[in-house]
């Protein structure tokens, strides 16, 4: 419990870095409040919002070395400088997909173009903020016998830019060649994944009223361009940033066409980090929109008490959370698996429902990182699967992920249908959102 603390705090820090970002573009804390409203009842944000994971910490330092970038182009300042390579290098630590920062910046800075001399000598200064945070991080890390084993003839301060670069390299074969495991999208298998699942991923996990703040400020965006009044450069009430905006919709749009690229599809957490920055631009886009504008604040606040009360409803189940596109969530696992719905989360909540229902043992097949002869109470019998013996007379408790995994040839031959069936099993519930549980008589 306690290992999640320093989650939870950086996804707190997220939220308000979101909120202070949309105030200052928008120069109104209420768009700044909606922001932070958008970002905290986020369901996806908020499930790896309190684990022991590095997805929220990938995208708070995302989030805030373009922020400071950002800051940094309309008024250069050395500390600002300092502050980009400091969380440029943060980001890339947390996870190796933060190095898509570098790129990023370039992109920017050939549409922006500053003729500013200080802004190149803060852009210095982030260099040299980011290889400090490395040498430190890395270095302080990789304990004397771990250097002198992986790298006996490279001077120490050397040490961090190899290790960084075999990281890289790691990461980027895993990237290339996919998961050695089947991946799962609308009812078909694949190792190669999908170049339309993370879009997918994203339609069907977040809120709707979340989907139609972020594509209807595009909307109201392109109409102001067409009628030439979209947002202002001033920082005016209301005008929002075009540099601003264009970071935000650049960073989501970049990562997510490298995700599309890749073939690597277990879960919409690769992508987590777009989130806050859809957010960002949705809010200050909405900001800038100069027709009817009483009834797009309504509006906004409408679909943002909506997004609110999404969350709520889903909770604690925000790691299988979807919304209403799927009908019900019973289907959910015809859409997406694996860390999408099923990550082992519903262990502890399985034992509450041994516990309630007097069952003293229970067969299981469980997907996730927990142990049950820890977490379970009642004695556990495993090794069962499609296939295998038929399953003993009494319950069975089965992960989603591996339901719906039996159904690819690569993994089984037998279905876990057509198991049951012959186990003669009959379903009782689902514990949560991942694990069916089944009487056989």
């Given amino acids: 419990m306690l290992a999640r603390l320093p989650t939870v705090a950086l996804f707190l820090a997220l939220c308000f870095a979101v909120c202070f970002f949309v105030a200052h573009h928008t120069g109104s804390r209420a768009w700044g409040l909606g922001a932070f409203a958008l970002t905290g009842f986020c369901p996806n944000l908020m499930a790896h919002g309190r684990l022991a994971t590095v997805d929220v910490a990938l995208s708070l330092f995302c989030f805030l070395a373009v922020a400071l970038f950002v800051a940094m182009l309309e008024r250069p300042a050395y500390i600002r400088g300092a502050g980009v390579g400091a969380a440029s290098a943060a980001a890339a630590l947390s996870?190796?997909?933060?190095?898509?920062?570098?790129?990023?910046?370039?992109?920017?800075?050939?549409?922006?173009?500053?003729?500013?001399?200080k802004f190149y000598l803060c852009l210095l200064m982030a260099v040299i903020a980011a290889v400090a945070v490395l040498e430190v991080v890395i270095l302080a890390e990789g304990g004397e016998a771990y250097v002198a084993a992986n790298f006996p003839d490279l001077p120490r301060v050397a040490v961090p830019f190899a290790e960084y670069l075999a990281n890289l390299a790691a990461i980027r074969d895993w990237y290339r060649?996919?998961?050695?495991?089947?991946?799962?999208?609308?009812?078909?298998?694949?190792?190669?994944?999908?170049?339309?699942?993370?879009?997918?991923?994203?339609?069907?996990?977040?809120?709707?009223?979340?989907?139609?703040?972020?594509?209807?400020?595009?909307?109201?965006?392109?109409?102001?361009?067409?009628?030439?009044?979209?947002?202002?450069?001033?920082?005016?009430?209301?005008?929002?940033?075009?540099?601003?905006?264009?970071?935000?919709?650049?960073?989501?749009?970049?990562?997510?066409?490298?995700?599309?690229?890749?073939?690597?599809?277990l879960g919409?957490?690769?992508?987590?980090?777009?989130?806050?920055?859809?957010?960002?631009?949705?809010?200050?886009?909405?900001?800038?929109?100069?027709?009817?504008?009483?009834?797009?604040?309504?509006?906004?606040?409408?679909?943002?008490?909506?997004?609110?009360?999404?969350?709520?409803?889903?909770?604690?189940?925000?790691?299988?959370?979807?919304?209403?596109?799927?009908?019900?969530?019973?289907?959910?696992?015809?859409?997406?698996?694996?860390?999408?719905?099923?990550?082992?989360q519903d262990l502890r909540r399985l034992d509450v429902w041994c516990l309630e229902n007097g069952v003293?043992?229970?067969?299981?097949?469980?997907?996730?990182?927990?142990?049950?002869?820890f977490d379970l109470t009642a004695r556990v019998i495993g090794g069962y699967g499609p296939g295998a013996a038929l399953l003993p007379k009494g319950f069975f408790a089965l992960s989603r992920h591996f339901y719906r995994v039996s159904f690819s040839p690569q993994v089984s031959r037998v279905t876990y249908d057509d198991y049951l069936a012959a186990s003669k099993a009959r379903y009782v519930t689902t514990v949560g959102d991942s694990i069916m549980v089944y009487r056989i008589e």
Wanted: aromatic fraction near 14%.
């Fill in 177 to 265: 060649w996919g998961h050695d495991k089947p991946q799962f999208l609308l009812g078909e298998f694949s190792t190669r994944g999908w170049w339309h699942y993370y879009p997918v991923a994203i339609a069907l996990k977040t809120t709707i009223p979340a989907l139609l703040l972020v594509a209807g400020s595009w909307l109201v965006a392109f109409v102001s361009w067409r009628r030439r009044s979209g947002p202002a450069e001033s920082q005016e009430p209301g005008g929002g940033s075009r540099n601003a905006v264009l970071a935000c919709l650049l960073f989501a749009a970049l990562f997510l066409l490298i995700a599309a690229r890749g073939q690597l599809a």
């Fill in 95 to 117: 996870k190796t997909s933060g190095n898509i920062l570098g790129l990023v910046f370039l992109l920017l800075l050939a549409v922006v173009r500053p003729k500013e001399r």
């Fill in 360 to 373: 003293t043992e229970i067969a299981l097949h469980y997907f996730g990182g927990a142990d049950p002869e």
């Fill in 268 to 344: 919409i957490r690769y992508v987590l980090p777009i989130y806050p920055f859809l957010y960002a631009a949705a809010m200050i886009l909405w900001s800038a929109a100069r027709v009817a504008r009483r009834h797009v604040v309504w509006m906004v606040t409408v679909l943002l008490v909506w997004h609110a009360g999404e969350n709520l409803a889903a909770y604690p189940s925000y790691i299988g959370y979807f919304n209403e596109f799927i009908g019900s969530h019973r289907n959910a696992d015809r859409f997406l698996i694996d860390s999408n719905l099923d990550w082992g």
